[in-house]
């Protein structure tokens, strides 16, 4: 069956906008975790769902970044007044359930704030 | 809060070489532990993942302990070949997954 999907892969902006990045999830998981990827780093915890609810928003840099998910299903992770540091790549996961599950990756949002 | 260490940062052996990674933590009140690679430019993809109760598991040319008393995992890579150069990267999953910075690998033809 198909993998969790991204979109977009690659996505350039300027300093100040707002980007919204998109995940799709394995059907039928429940779980879905969004992280951040920076050059050379290892992977930063940003958020995650059970269902449509975050029971864990401990990750999130600042009030610039939020996320949603509707529907149990696809989550949008939005960046406002993007800054050069928001610069990495962007990682979302899906496991069937918050425990005990594998996690299945997709293959990521690179951004890059100029 | 779970702190994750992986020893080495990097390593490069010959093709043919069975090598060790290895992976600690500092919370021994855990799930799961999940291993994965990642090329440059990709995404994570899953190796293997052991839980709790158990104390290893086997694919391929994969094999991965688990000592969670100790905080200790090893993923243990047989007759190793160029086509295994790749970051290795062990994940705990307490309340959420905790990865380490990663074993960048590089086997030499």
């Known amino acids: 069956g198909a993998g969790v999907s991204q979109s977009p892969s690659n996505k350039v902006t300027e300093k100040g906008k707002d980007v919204e990045l998109r995940c799709d999830p394995i059907?039928?998981?429940?779980?879905l975790y969004w992280y951040r990827q920076s050059l050379g780093q290892g992977l930063e915890f940003l958020i995650y769902?059970?269902?449509?609810?975050?029971?864990?928003k401990s990750g999130l840099p600042s009030d610039r970044f939020s996320a949603e998910r509707t529907g149990g299903s696809v989550s949008t992770l939005t960046i406002q007044r993007t800054q050069q540091e928001d610069s990495a790549v962007y990682l979302c996961?899906?496991?069937?359930?918050?425990?005990?599950?594998?996690?299945?990756f997709g293959p990521g949002t690179r951004l890059t704030v100029t | 809060k779970q702190e994750v260490t992986q020893i080495p940062a990097a390593l490069s052996v010959p093709e043919g070489e069975n090598l060790v990674l290895n992976c600690s933590f500092t919370?021994?009140?855990?799930?799961?532990l999940q291993w994965f690679r990642q090329d440059p430019g990709k995404g994570l993809t899953s190796l293997l993942l052991i839980q709790s109760s158990q104390r290893e598991q086997t694919s391929g040319r994969l094999n991965a302990s688990l000592d969670k008393s100790s905080g200790r995992s090893t993923l243990y890579i047989a007759a190793s070949q160029p086509g295994d150069s790749a970051t290795y990267l062990c994940?705990?999953?307490?309340?959420?997954?905790?990865f380490g910075t990663g074993t960048s690998l590089t086997v030499i033809p």
């Open positions: 994940a705990v999953n307490g309340n959420q997954f905790y």
């Open positions: 919370d021994s009140a855990i799930y799961n």
């Open positions: 996961a899906s496991s069937s359930t918050t425990t005990g599950s594998e996690q299945y």
């Open positions: 769902f059970q269902g449509n609810s975050a029971p864990d």
């Open positions: 059907s039928g998981h429940t779980a």
